[in-house]
C-alpha cells in the first residue's frame, strides 16, 4: 500500500508545477525506506524523463524551477513542529496507528500536520496503518469516518484478497473448524466473497509460523473485518461471543437529558439532547432500583463519573450516566436521580473522591445510601458510605460481572458499556484486569459495582452468620449517627469522626 501510495504522489508531483508530497512515518526507519521507493521512480525514469533536481537528500527531494515540487519524509517524533513552515497538498501518514511509539502524542502531531494542509479541493491527505488495538489515534479516526463524524473515508483491505495468501491442502483428513466456518459464514454475509479451504490452510499455517500460535496476534497482522483488525491483541476479559451479543442489545435511548427540581422542589426529567443522562425505561411505580456509581479521580485525562440504575427485578440497566461534572453537581443529579427511581439505594464508589458519599449522606441526607462494612469482620457494623473497591472485592467484582454477562443475564442497551467490553484486557505490567492504554473502564466497574448490590454473587456465603443486618447495607443517616453516638458514649471526637 505504500509504494501504491508514493506512486501516486511521485506522478502528481511530476506533472504539476509547484507541488507538495508530505510523508510522516512513524520512526526514522520507516521514513527512509520511504523515501528511497520515490528515489527509485525517479533514477528509473528514461533519461530523457528526469527533470532537474534542485535539491535532494536522504529525506528530501526538490525540482528546479520553473516546476518547483517538492517531496519530504518526516518522523512522527517532531511532534507538535510537525511540518511547521511547509504547506504540502499531499499529505501519507504512514502506520499511523504507531505514532505513538516514540512518546509522542500523535494527535499533536496530527494537528500540526493538518493544520498546515490548504483547505481546497485538489488536496490529498491519505492515513495508512496496520492496527495497533484500539489506541488513541488511528482508532479513532476510522471510527469517526464510519460515523460520519469526520469528512474521512475508510478503505479496508482483508487479508483473503490477497492472492498469495494460499497454501496447498496436503493432508487427506483436513477438515475446516467451527472457528473457520463461522468466519466463512460472516464474511460472505457481509461481502458475498466464500474464502477457499486453501485460504484457511494458509491461515493456520500463518498462526502457526508468524504469529507465535495466537489468534489475536493474526487477527491484527491479517484481519477479515475491521473488529478483527482492531481486536485487542492482549488477553481479553470477555469472549467474542459475549461482545458480539451486548453488541446485538444496543438501542438508542428513548430520552436523554439531566435531572431538575420543580417548583415544588420534587426532582424532574429535564429532556436535553446534549445531557448526559440516558434513559431507556422510566421508573415504575413500586419497582425497587439500585445506583451504582463509578466516581472519577478528577486526574486530566481519566475516567469520567460513571453511574447505572438497575432494575433490580430484571437485572436491567434502565438509565445510565456519564458525565465529567464537578463533585457537587454529581452529587445533586444523583440526589435527584434516586428519589426519580423510587428512593433507589446509591452506593457510589469512595475510594477516590469520598466527599461525593460525604455530601450525599451528610449534608444532602438521601435516605437510602449504601455504607461500606469490612467483610473480615462478619459482625462489623457499617462504617463508610458507599462501596469501597479494594484487591478483594474488586476480584469479586469482575468475577460477578463475567459470569453474568456470560450468562446473558444483565439486559443493558448502552453502547458506551459494550465499547468498554472491547478494550478491556489483561495488563501486562500492571498485573490486573484494566482498560487498555487510552481507553476507559469506568461503566465496567460501575456496573460491577451495581451487580454487587443485587446480590449475584453464586459463591457468596449467605449463612445468617455472616449476612449483614439492614443497617450494616441499607442504613439511612439517622440510625447510624445515633449508633454512634451510642457506641462513643457522646464523646466529641468521636462524633466529629463520623461527620468529618
Not at 453488541?247 to 448526559?276: A, C, L, W, Y
Not at 465496567?444 to 449476612?467: E, F, T, V
Request: some cysteine; glycine content about 6%.
Amino acid at each position: 500500500m505504500t509504494t501504491l501510495i508514493q506512486a501516486i504522489f511521485f506522478e502528481r508531483l511530476y506533472n504539476q508545477d509547484h507541488e507538495e508530497a508530505a510523508v510522516v512515518a512513524h520512526n526514522a526507519e520507516s521514513s527512509s525506506y520511504i523515501f528511497q521507493i520515490t528515489r527509485r521512480f525517479y533514477d528509473f525514469l528514461p533519461q530523457h524523463m528526469q527533470r532537474g533536481l534542485k535539491y535532494s537528500a536522504k529525506t528530501e527531494l526538490e525540482y528546479v524551477e520553473p516546476h518547483g515540487s517538492k517531496y519530504m519524509v518526516m518522523t512522527a517524533r517532531s511532534g507538535d513542529a510537525l511540518a511547521k513552515g511547509t504547506t504540502p497538498t499531499l499529505f501519507h501518514g504512514s502506520e499511523v496507528a504507531n505514532w505513538a511509539d516514540s512518546g509522542q502524542d500523535p494527535w499533536l502531531a496530527w494537528t500540526s500536520v493538518a493544520s498546515s494542509i490548504p483547505d481546497h479541493h485538489e488536496t490529498a491527505i491519505v492515513l495508512e496503518s496496520t492496527a495497533n488495538g484500539r489506541e488513541a489515534f488511528f482508532y479513532r479516526m476510522c471510527m469517526g469516518a464510519l460515523k460520519g463524524d469526520n469528512d474521512f473515508e475508510v478503505i479496508f483491505l482483508p487479508w483473503y484478497i490477497c492472492d498469495k495468501y494460499d497454501r496447498p491442502i496436503k493432508d487427506k483428513g483436513w477438515r475446516i473448524t467451527q472457528e473457520e466456518d463461522h468466519i466463512r459464514g460472516e464474511v460472505f454475509d457481509t461481502t458475498g466473497y466464500e474464502i477457499q479451504d486453501s485460504q484457511f490452510e494458509y491461515r493456520r499455517w500463518c498462526i502457526k509460523n508468524k504469529c507465535g500460535g495466537e489468534n489475536g496476534i493474526w487477527d491484527r497482522y491479517y484481519p477479515a473485518t475491521l473488529r478483527d483488525a482492531f481486536s485487542v491483541s492482549q488477553k481479553r476479559f470477555f469472549s467474542e461471543e459475549v461482545k458480539k451479543h451486548y453488541r446485538e442489545q444496543i438501542q438508542k435511548p428513548k430520552v436523554i437529558g439531566d435531572m431538575g427540581i420543580s417548583r415544588e422542589g420534587t426532582p424532574i426529567f429535564d429532556p436535553n439532547v446534549h445531557g448526559s443522562l440516558h434513559i431507556w425505561e422510566k421508573p415504575i411505580s413500586r419497582e425497587k432500583y439500585v445506583i451504582s456509581v463509578d466516581v472519577s479521580e478528577g486526574i486530566p485525562g481519566g475516567d469520567y463519573h460513571s453511574a447505572y440504575v438497575l432494575k433490580r427485578s430484571q437485572v436491567e440497566a434502565v438509565a445510565a450516566m456519564h458525565s465529567l461534572v464537578d463533585s457537587d453537581e454529581l452529587c445533586e443529579q444523583l440526589f435527584r436521580l434516586g428519589h426519580w427511581y423510587n428512593k433507589a439505594l446509591i452506593a457510589p464508589e469512595n475510594n477516590h473522591n469520598p466527599e461525593v458519599c460525604r455530601r450525599l449522606s451528610y449534608h444532602l441526607r438521601y435516605p437510602n445510601l449504601y455504607w461500606h462494612r469490612d467483610v473480615n469482620t462478619p459482625r462489623a457494623r457499617a462504617h463508610r458510605p458507599g462501596w469501597n473497591t479494594n484487591v478483594k472485592t474488586r476480584r469479586e467484582m469482575l468475577d460477578v460481572l463475567r459470569m453474568v454477562t456470560r450468562q446473558r443475564m444483565l439486559k443493558i442497551y448502552d453502547e458506551g458499556f459494550s465499547e468498554e467490553m472491547e478494550d478491556f484486557a489483561w495488563g501486562v505490567a500492571s498485573r490486573k484486569w484494566q482498560a487498555t492504554p487510552g481507553k476507559h473502564d469506568d461503566r465496567l466497574m460501575s456496573m460491577a459495582i451495581g451487580l454487587m448490590l443485587l446480590d449475584l454473587n453464586p459463591y457468596k456465603d449467605r449463612s445468617d452468620r455472616l449476612r449483614p443486618r439492614q443497617e450494616d447495607g441499607f442504613a439511612r443517616f439517622k440510625e447510624f449517627t445515633e449508633y454512634w453516638k451510642k457506641k462513643s458514649g457522646g464523646n466529641k471526637k468521636s462524633r466529629r469522626l463520623i461527620i468529618g
